[in-house]
């Protein structure tokens, strides 16, 4: 590992907490009992679609949740 790879692990590590901490805020889990399209999602989270998007993709980056042809579950 090359310092350049150290230093972008330190300064972007907080991000994978911070992605699971906005998702269990926002009761995201709570809200896929059943799978739901993003605009579905975002209604019962009172979010943009857009954000609700941005988050469940990072989500499923991390293995939190799977997504497909936009519509997440559990």
């Known amino acids: 590992m090359t ?3 150290r230093v ?9 907490a911070m992605v699971v901490f906005a998702a269990v805020e926002l009761r995201v889990y709570e809200a896929l009992a059943v799978p739901r399209t993003f ?7 009172g979010a943009t679609e857009d954000g ?3 988050l469940c993709r ?4 991390l293995g939190m949740l799977a997504v497909e042809c ?3 579950r559990a």
């Open 3 to 5: 310092i350049a790879d």
């Open 8 to 16: 972008e692990e330190l300064v972007t590590g907080y991000l994978p």
């Open 39 to 45: 605009g579905e999602l975002a209604m019962e989270l």
């Open 52 to 54: 609700v998007a941005r």
């Open 58 to 61: 990072a989500l499923a980056a």
């Open 70 to 72: 936009d519509r997440a």
